[in-house]
């Protein structure tokens, strides 16, 4: 018994030497890390129970079930989920056929490599921006004058409550669909060539090379991008504050939950500002579905490794 004891505590002072340098390199990232988020977080939480900020009066559940009679947030829970299926069918699919596309090509592949990943490198609200212009109401807007140029007429694009949502998507969709598309191409160049020949060689097609193959084999990568998409489409913020100018055009048809929580604390909504309360209120039930996404996420790719592995 004293041997094992002896053992351990050797095993024991090996693995703490080890670790030791490790632990120590980590203390200030993690103290900043709990500072600036988990502390704000907990308060953010704590403040969705009382009245205001200066915590003096405890009101329970009363902020979470005004928000749920709100019918402004109503619409952007409503936007939000519109945010997330407009982003798989364009955002999603979007880079997967630029991946394929690139992976397909013989010649000035870095070119192309390149041109995909300038976007990502402007500034999110710079890119914003510009698309604020693109679709601008007024004749002399670049996408009137596309329009124009083909005897169109022009048309009020951002002011159109039925479209704004889309043209928003893709805005986001140009901005990360080329790095995504990098992250498709380095997992096809994964995929064994062998099967690309032999499938070349029986004939297939580009499209059916790419239903046959590699959709299967990367199952489990789609799945992973689709999930982390769905995540940050639930956190869309200064997209629609920028081009759907705060929420806007009309009934709140751009409005998404992160931008309400925005709204509530510093905007004017129902001609009352500084309501940080709901924020914080609306913020933690944001939180929460972003939870249950990822538990339903974690579910679903055990079950895909469970069927893999056998």
């Given at each position: 018994m004293e041997r094992i004891k002896s053992k351990r505590k050797k095993n024991f002072k090996s693995v703490l030497k080890r670790n030791l340098l490790g632990w120590l390199f980590m203390i200030v990232p993690l103290a900043l890390f709990a500072f600036f988020v988990w502390v704000p977080m907990g308060k953010n939480i704590v403040l969705s129970f009382f009245s205001d900020y200066t915590y003096t009066e405890f009101v329970g559940v009363k902020n979470y079930a005004d928000i749920m009679r709100d019918e402004a947030f109503l619409k952007a829970l409503f936007n939000t989920f519109k945010y997330i299926i407009w982003s798989l069918v364009i955002g999603f699919i979007v880079p997967i056929l630029l991946g394929f596309l690139l992976s397909e090509t013989v010649h000035a592949k870095g070119v192309f490599r390149v041109l995909l990943y300038l976007p990502g490198m402007i500034s999110g609200i710079a890119v914003v921006f510009l698309f604020k212009n693109i679709y601008g109401d007024e004749s002399y807007s670049i996408l009137n004058i596309i329009v124009s140029a083909f005897g169109g007429t022009p048309h009020t694009w951002k002011s159109n409550p039925d479209i704004i949502i889309p043209l928003i998507v893709l805005a986001m969709t140009w901005k990360g669909a080329g790095s995504t598309a990098l992250i498709y191409?380095?997992?096809f160049q994964n995929i064994d060539n062998s099967m690309y020949e032999a499938s070349r060689i029986d004939g297939a097609s580009p499209w059916q090379r790419f239903w046959k193959i590699t959709v299967p084999v990367m199952r489990a990568t789609l799945i992973l991008l689709m999930i982390l998409q769905i995540i940050s489409v639930f956190q869309v913020f200064y997209e629609p504050l920028v081009i759907g100018n705060w929420g806007g055009p009309e009934g709140n048809a751009s409005m998404?939950?992160?931008?309400?929580?925005?709204?509530?604390?510093?905007?004017?909504?129902?001609?009352?500002?500084?309501?940080?309360?709901?924020?914080?209120?609306?913020?933690?039930?944001?939180?929460?579905i972003i939870?249950?996404?990822?538990?339903?996420f974690n579910v679903v790719q055990k079950a895909i490794d469970k069927r893999g592995r056998r």
């Open positions: 191409l380095n997992s998404s939950l992160m931008l309400l929580s925005y709204t509530f604390a510093f905007g004017k909504l129902h001609g009352e500002s500084l309501q940080f309360a709901k924020s914080a209120a609306t913020s933690v039930v944001l939180a929460v939870i249950v996404v990822t538990i339903i």
